[in-house]
């Protein structure tokens, strides 16, 4: 199993964590499974947020608990031997579905004030973005390359980024830059996703022509 590489796995709170998940009988399929359910629950969260800003933060929280069953789901399956033979598509496709469903849920909060992209139509754009640059990696993965993870706005950046833009929005309500944050976030997530994926198209291009394969 292809992991991104996280410094996080090495907290001792982690590890604990995913020992206790581990004993509890849980599987790392279950996990990527419970990650989508945060994520579900953003277009939710996002949609109410107009009317109580509290839905900002709760779609900031819902966001980080998706990424720490991102971080679970493959500690419990490495580090505790709980691997299966379908695990990549668990690890793989239940991420893509997490992606839409957080960026077009954060839109969902955005007053559009005459944008020439539209929040959701931009949220579409981004989402659609960050889907290919993941399908460019395993593309490239099953072409014989490794694994890239590079960015910028790969999934840590721009879950990062969302995060960050959703705290800030809870404390901006009412004033005249209300939702204007998470407006440009989607764009910087959009305008990195694409420069992504020429990145990653080139070095994994680079890599098929001069035979680095694994």
Not at 10 to 30: R, V
Not at 66 to 77: P, S
Not at 131 to 155: E, Q
Request: with cysteine; aromatic share 10%; proline share 3%.
């Amino acid at each position: 199993m292809d992991r991104r590489p996280l410094k996080t796995r090495g907290a001792s709170w982690a590890k604990n964590l995913a020992a206790s998940l581990a004993q509890l009988g849980l599987t790392p399929n279950l996990i990527s499974l419970l990650s989508v359910v945060f994520a579900f629950l953003v277009l939710f969260a996002g949609s109410l947020a107009k009317s109580n800003p509290s839905y900002f933060l709760i779609c900031a929280g819902l966001i980080q608990l998706r990424l720490l069953c991102n971080l679970l789901d493959g500690m419990v399956a490495v580090e505790h031997g709980k691997s299966s033979a379908n695990g990549e598509l668990f690890n793989d496709v239940p991420d893509r579905f997490a992606d839409i469903f957080i960026i077009v849920g954060a839109s969902f909060s955005i007053v559009d004030d005459g944008y020439v992209i539209s929040p959701l139509n931009l949220a579409w754009i981004a989402s659609s973005l960050a889907v290919i640059t993941a399908y460019i990696r395993v593309l490239g993965k099953s072409l014989g390359t490794s694994s890239y993870f590079i960015g910028p706005m790969a999934k840590q950046h721009r879950m990062f980024l969302l995060t960050l833009a959703l705290i800030i929005e809870f404390f901006l309500i009412g004033s005249s830059f209300s939702t204007k944050i998470l407006y440009i976030a989607l764009v910087i997530i959009a305008t990195g996703s694409l420069v992504t994926t020429f990145r990653r198209l080139r070095i994994i291009s680079s890599d098929l022509l001069k035979g680095n394969l694994k």
